[in-house]
């Protein structure tokens, strides 16, 4: 089945500066990628999402880029800020409307 | 803006103990998701179901969970006997029909403990 790694399980940075999360699936089919916040004791929340016929989608601050030979997939946030700070996961959405989640990356922005 | 709803949001139960969350899905979303989330983890899909039909419950623990959504619209997940190991939050999660079905809305969760 389906299986998706997310790196790095933890990501500092300073407050301003770019951060990049990164996820590799293992499924060609897949054709879904969304990218979720979760903030302490919160529910996840949709923050991006790309299908696979877009190599790259922008929102803001927020960019999801998609590498279907590779079949990877990466969230980059520019100009980081406090409110920034959370767990970050991705997931690949299969044939039946699942997704496959990744372990999760938190996110810490330093003042 | 509409949102899914969960009760309770605490539970808090002894082991070998019956517990139960309720859902109420988005209006119109036709496919709901129960996931369990341990700390630290990413959510994990218990079992799926399409309008009152069970889509996909491979990975729910059926020597002791059970899942319904009789009319179609709200649903009850159950766990008897409670175990130690239970303890997470339990997430609910909606989203359309259609093309748009990938879209998962999550509710608040309920965080479960048991004793």
């Known amino acids: 089945g389906e299986n998706v790694e997310q790196h790095p399980s933890t990501l500092s940075v300073q407050e301003g500066d770019s951060a990049v999360i990164k996820c590799t699936y293992s499924?060609?089919?897949?054709?879904?990628f969304p990218w979720y916040k979760q903030e302490l004791g919160k529910r996840p929340q949709l923050i991006i999402d790309i299908r696979s016929n877009v190599g790259e989608k922008k929102d803001q601050r927020i960019a999801v880029t998609l590498n279907k030979t590779a079949k990877h997939f990466s969230l980059h946030i520019t100009e980081t800020q406090p409110e920034d700070s959370a767990v970050y996961f991705c997931a690949a959405g299969d044939s039946n409307y699942q997704l496959i989640w990744g372990a999760g990356t938190k996110l810490i922005i330093k003042p | 803006e509409a949102e899914v709803a969960q009760s309770p949001r605490y539970k808090i139960t002894e082991k070998s103990q019956a517990v139960a969350f309720w859902c109420d899905p988005i209006s119109g979303h036709a496919t709901l998701y129960w996931y369990r989330q341990i700390l630290g983890q990413g959510p994990e899909l218990l079992v799926q179901f399409q309008d009152e039909s069970v889509v996909d419950d491979s990975q729910l623990p059926k020597d002791r969970f059970s899942a319904e959504r009789l009319k179609g619209v709200d649903s009850t997940l159950k766990i008897q006997p409670a175990e130690l190991g239970d303890s997470a939050m339990y997430l609910c999660?909606?989203?359309?029909?259609?093309?748009?079905?990938?879209?998962?809305?999550f509710g608040p969760g309920t965080r479960l403990t048991v004793t």
């Open positions: 999660a909606s989203s359309l029909p259609g093309t748009s079905s990938y879209e998962q809305y």
């Open positions: 499924d060609s089919a897949s054709n879904y």
